[in-house]
């Protein structure tokens, strides 16, 4: 039996590694949002520059009858991020977003990856996406900043912006 390369080993490590990470995450999450009906969802991680989906798990626990939605919007926001990746102001789902279409925020753009989370309100599931691409070092700090400032209503807002709160929990661990 041959044994896997090197590169897909440590391509292996590195998605367990932000699986573990937005595990972490979703638990923060479900903590700050105090909501017994909301204690997970489902994370999806998409090659960036492919388009090819690496990671689609439930992280927490979900409801069985919403379970094949939270699946299902979480792959939708990954692929409409990527078809709109080449446009530098889509650095998340949130720019493209159509209540209307079912179309929510909840994916991000990092460097390598596309983040996205479905199962809690939107802002959640942005914060969630936001805060595990930050945290696995694929985001730079001004992305993350200026998708924190878009999701606010008011300016004020981006200081306790749930990413931002998960993100200076994540760092006291």
Known sequence: MASRSPVVRLQQRGIQKICATASRVVRLATTLLADPEKM??????????????????????????????????????????????????????????NEAEDKWPGSVLGNRFIYSFSGF????DEAISLAT??????????????????????ASEVMSHPARVIIKSLEKL
């Open 40 to 97: 997970g969802g489902y994370f999806c991680l998409l090659d960036r520059k492919t388009g090819v989906i690496l990671i689609m798990t439930i992280i927490g626990s979900v409801d069985p009858s919403k379970a094949a939605r939270y699946k299902r919007l979480a792959e939708e926001k990954a692929l409409r991020l990527f078809d709109f990746r080449l446009n530098f102001s889509h650095i998340s789902s949130r720019v493209s977003a």
């Open 121 to 124: 309100p939107p802002t959640y």
């Open 133 to 154: 691409a930050f945290k696995t070092n694929d985001m730079p700090a001004d992305r993350a900043e200026s998708i924190m400032f878009a999701s606010s209503r008011r």
